[in-house]
């Protein structure tokens, strides 16, 4: 008796988690379709902006990055990552219903040097981070057609409340998503070439 029981429990342990991973798999193709479309439509804003605010930010610095909205979210421009075949909008603010679409600003600007990009890691968004190595390209585009060329110089792992860690760091770009598990933080860490 007790051993029916306990294969009952199993068959409905493993069907939760059958039923968890197609949810996870749903939310991952999601995210991509979305993705692709915001990111044509971004394209389309840069090139009407690319003339005429190209540069500007080299004069002011400390200038907020121009934010555009799309269907009620706010965008900061595309993160281009060629060894991983990426190519992804980046929102404005980073919060959780914003990380089920796409990836999010958490921190910084690409025009001071501090940019801080999170992810879900999702097959169409970071889970293949890891497979970044020294020396691989990484190019941000903003929403005035400004492009930032980056580099790897390393990845490592941090705790989730490492945040001073991941915020007050040397590297002018930084990307990051959960490990599987969500236990830890997977962070690329890149210097500006350009």
Known sequence: MKSKGFISIGILMILMALGLTGYNLYQ??????????????????????????????????????????????????TLDIPKLDLSLPIMSESNKNNLYISPCRYYGSAYTNDLVIAAHNY???????????????????????????????????????????MTESEFDLSLYTCTYGGEARLTVRCIRVN
């Open 28 to 77: 991952d193709k999601q995210a991509e379709k979305i993705s692709k479309l915001v990111k044509e439509e971004i394209q389309e804003v840069i090139e009407k902006n690319n003339s005429e605010w190209e540069d500007v930010y080299e004069e002011i610095p400390n200038m907020e990055m121009p934010v555009v909205e799309i269907d009620g979210h706010f965008y900061i421009g």
């Open 123 to 165: 097959r169409s968004h970071f889970s293949r981070l890891n497979q970044l190595s020294e020396h691989d390209e990484i190019i941000f585009t903003d929403m005035d057609g400004n492009t930032f060329v980056y580099e790897v110089v390393g990845l490592e792992v941090l705790q989730p409340t490492q945040v001073e860690e």
